[in-house]
């Protein structure tokens, strides 16, 4: 099966409804310091934006101004500078998106947020199958992640956090320019045409396979160039998304880089199709921020669907290797959507049932001797 296959990105988008339902139910979300700051940020982004577009209002005061003095028609080139500039910042350099994304690095509140939500899943999976044999339910998940660290071995708080802040700037940063490197090639004479499709190509070629990336191409060749730039950004806005949103999972459970990648592939089908289903959402004006909250509350339910209930940290060293590889994933994507409880594995009961298989392996090696 695909890694990128159709029902992995439905099934995806169905969590993201589900599990933004399951994360309204929770009567202390509303509560929650991220919507008290809220507010604060909603009024920082409207400064934020001002601030952003004051060199556009000067030039649209400033055109209308000289209306009075001169034809519109001598200075249409100004209305397509100003549209330009304005589609450059929102759309290829994402300034509105990077400015939400930031967030999450200048308060701590959206980890506590997550850890929140996740005990709420918890509790919420217990009380739907309490009627149901404990022995054929999964293990919770709050209880052991709670207690993992997420400095980061011997690193401090502040220079883990520092660590963070850059790693994000450096990537989002490396990612803006070379967005408008692409764009601004888009526009060589002949063969700018083929920049933003053959960038398509490039970026769905590993993610869906040769012959939808060479379709994806050929279609492109003969879309607007802003077309292309939109589709080309929200698929990769909304990769960046999903990274960010696991980063309170990631931040306890210890990935090495190459784990990291191999845990992202094989799921990369259906954290797309959740997270850009956020995505879209978050460019409502103003309402964004809140919306960031949800999501990230909604990644706790996520987790629950596509990882095993972590151990205790004494008991963790080979855990992280073991969830490279999503071992429900065919089973899980063919349930219902009624039914998505049903693939929870009990990370604590396949333990005990590999420990009794190795225990009468040992003793069937011991009669043979």
């Known amino acids: 099966m695909s890694n990128f296959d159709p029902n992995a990105v439905i099934r995806g988008a169905q969590l993201t409804v589900v599990g933004a339902v399951r994360a309204l139910q929770n009567p202390d979300l509303i509560k929650y310091e991220?919507?008290?700051?809220?507010?604060?940020?909603?009024?920082?982004?409207?400064?934020i934006r001002l601030v952003i577009s004051a060199p556009i209002l000067l030039l649209k005061s400033g055109l209308w101004f000289l209306s009075y003095f001169i034809s519109l028609g001598s200075v249409t080139w100004v209305d397509k500078l100003v549209?330009?500039?304005?589609f450059i910042a929102q759309s290829v350099l994402q300034v509105p998106f990077f400015l939400m994304s930031l967030?999450?690095?200048?308060?701590p509140t959206l980890d506590d947020?997550?850890?929140?939500s996740l005990r709420w899943v918890d509790y919420t999976y217990a009380r739907k199958h309490q009627s149901d044999d404990r022995r054929t339910l999964r293990a919770m998940?709050?209880?052991?992640?709670?207690?993992?660290?997420?400095?980061?071995?011997?690193?401090?708080?502040?220079?883990?956090?520092?660590?963070?802040?850059?790693?994000?700037?450096?990537?989002?940063?490396?990612?803006?320019?070379?967005?408008?490197?692409?764009?601004?090639?888009?526009?060589?004479?002949?063969?700018g045409r083929f920049v933003l499709p053959a960038a398509?190509?490039?970026?769905?070629?590993?993610?869906?396979?040769?012959?939808?990336?060479?379709?994806?191409?050929?279609?492109?060749?003969?879309?607007?160039?802003?077309?292309?730039?939109?589709?080309?950004?929200?698929?990769?806005a909304s990769r960046s998304l999903m990274r960010d949103l696991l980063e309170p999972y990631f931040s306890r459970i210890r990935f090495t880089k190459e784990q990291k990648?191999?845990?992202?592939?094989?799921?990369?089908?259906?954290?797309?199709?959740?997270?850009?289903?956020?995505?879209?959402?978050?460019?409502?004006?103003?309402?964004?921020?809140?919306?960031?909250?949800?999501?990230?509350?909604?990644?706790?339910?996520?987790?629950?669907?596509?990882?095993?209930?972590?151990?205790?940290?004494?008991?963790?060293?080979?855990?992280?290797?073991?969830?490279?590889?999503?071992?429900?994933?065919?089973?899980?994507?063919?349930?219902?959507?009624?039914?998505?409880?049903?693939?929870?594995?009990?990370?604590?009961k396949m333990e005990r049932t590999r420990a009794v298989e190795s225990s009468d392996d040992d003793k069937n090696d011991g009669k043979e001797l």
Request: proline share 5%; no cysteine; net charge positive.
């Open 141 to 191: 998940y709050y209880p052991n992640l709670r207690l993992y660290s997420t400095q980061g071995g011997s690193k401090s708080r502040q220079q883990a956090s520092l660590d963070g802040d850059i790693a994000f700037l450096r990537r989002f940063g490396r990612r803006a320019a070379m967005s408008l490197v692409v764009y601004l090639l888009s526009f060589v004479p002949v063969v």
């Open 113 to 116: 947020l997550f850890m929140d």
């Open 83 to 86: 549209s330009r500039l304005d």
């Open 103 to 107: 967030m999450r690095y200048v308060t």
């Open 261 to 348: 990648r191999r845990w992202f592939r094989d799921r990369e089908g259906l954290l797309f199709g959740f997270a850009v289903g956020f995505y879209l959402f978050l460019k409502i004006p103003l309402l964004g921020v809140l919306i960031y909250g949800i999501a990230e509350a909604s990644t706790a339910y996520l987790i629950t669907k596509i990882t095993d209930p972590p151990p205790s940290p004494a008991y963790g060293q080979d855990f992280a290797e073991s969830q490279t590889r999503w071992k429900n994933k065919v089973e899980f994507l063919k349930l219902p959507l009624e039914n998505l409880d049903a693939q929870n594995i009990s990370w604590l």
């Open 200 to 236: 398509s190509f490039y970026a769905f070629n590993k993610a869906v396979g040769p012959v939808p990336a060479t379709a994806i191409f050929g279609v492109g060749v003969f879309l607007p160039r802003r077309f292309l730039v939109v589709f080309l950004q929200s698929y990769f």
């Open 34 to 47: 991220h919507y008290k700051q809220a507010a604060i940020a909603v009024a920082a982004g409207l400064i």
